[in-house]
């Protein structure tokens, strides 16, 4: 069973940044796709960003394209979220997933098998 803890959420201003983690419990962490989901309540899960097992492909919503960047260190079972020039609308709990996607899937909700409990993310003045 692949454990995930992420860290890092928190309370930051509008445009400010954060930087969130991912730690994998396992070696065989490596084999997976990881991705970084949000919920806001009431709402759907959605994908964020998500980054292919060797770090090869990385796939972002519209809505954090060139603000957040997706990276992973697999020698420390570690993925990390760095968030940019945040909005009000980025809060939301951010959740860390782990899983094999098929192709074309790699941001999808259903493709994950493993999950962390979250981390709230707060942008507002």
């Known amino acids: 069973q692949l454990q995930l803890v992420e860290s890092g959420g928190g309370l930051v201003q509008p445009g400010g940044s954060l930087r969130l983690s991912c730690a994998a419990s396992?070696?065989?962490?490596?084999?997976?796709?990881v991705g970084w989901f949000r919920q806001v309540s009431g709402k759907e899960r959605e994908g964020v960003a998500c980054?292919?097992?060797?770090?090869?492909?990385?796939r972002y919503s519209d809505s954090v394209k060139g603000r957040f960047t997706i990276s992973r260190v697999n020698s420390n079972y570690t993925v990390h979220l760095q968030m940019n020039s945040l909005k009000p609308e980025d809060t939301a709990v951010y959740f860390c997933?782990?899983?094999?996607?098929?192709?074309?899937?790699?941001?999808?909700?259903?493709?994950?098998?493993?999950w962390g409990q979250g981390t709230q993310v707060t942008v507002s003045s």
């Open positions: 997933a782990a899983g094999a996607p098929g192709v074309g899937t790699l941001c999808r909700v259903s493709s994950y098998t493993y």
């Open positions: 396992a070696r065989t962490s490596g084999y997976y796709s």
């Open positions: 980054i292919s097992s060797r770090g090869l492909t990385t």
